[in-house]
């Protein structure tokens, strides 16, 4: 599992599969959650990007991640240590996460995936 992370305003990173590369292997769930929506973005004025989770429709194991935000280069370990240890969005959305953090966008993700986020 090797995080990718690309150095603009904001960051664009990512681990594992794309949507797209999910797709052809398989049945997917996908949460999104918006960076307008977390707490930290927004006292920051950093409202720009989203956290992306692909997971398999059956197990729910994490597929891949996908962020565009200020500090997405930072965010990203989270889901690779995620999907080393083989993950499911449930493992992530039980996970407690410091408020007020860039990282519950991740939460809100993985929440998201089975249609449960709080902040949208």
């Known amino acids: 599992v090797i995080p990718s992370v ?4 904001p960051e ?3 681990v594992g599969l794309t949507e797209e590369q999910a797709k052809e292997k398989g ?14 973005a927004k006292t920051n004025h950093e409202p720009d990007g989203f ?13 891949g991640v ?8 930072t965010m990203i ?11 499911t969005s449930e493992d992530i959305a039980y996970t407690c ?3 007020p953090t860039h990282s519950e966008a991740i939460k809100e993700a993985a929440m998201a995936v089975t ?3 709080i902040h949208i």
């Not at 956290?51 to 597929?63: G, N």
């Not at 370990?77 to 993950?87: K, L, N, V």
């Open 97 to 99: 996460h410091a408020h």
């Open 27 to 40: 049945e997917i769930k996908v949460g999104k959650f918006p960076m307008a929506g977390n707490s930290r």
């Open 115 to 117: 249609g449960k986020p």
């Open 66 to 73: 996908w962020c565009i935000a200020s500090v997405a280069g």
């Open 51 to 63: 956290v992306k989770i692909i997971s398999d429709a059956k197990s729910d194991r994490v597929l």
């Open 6 to 9: 690309v150095y603009t305003m």
């Open 77 to 87: 370990a989270e889901a690779a240590i995620a999907m080393e240890f083989g993950a």
């Open 12 to 14: 664009i990173a990512g």
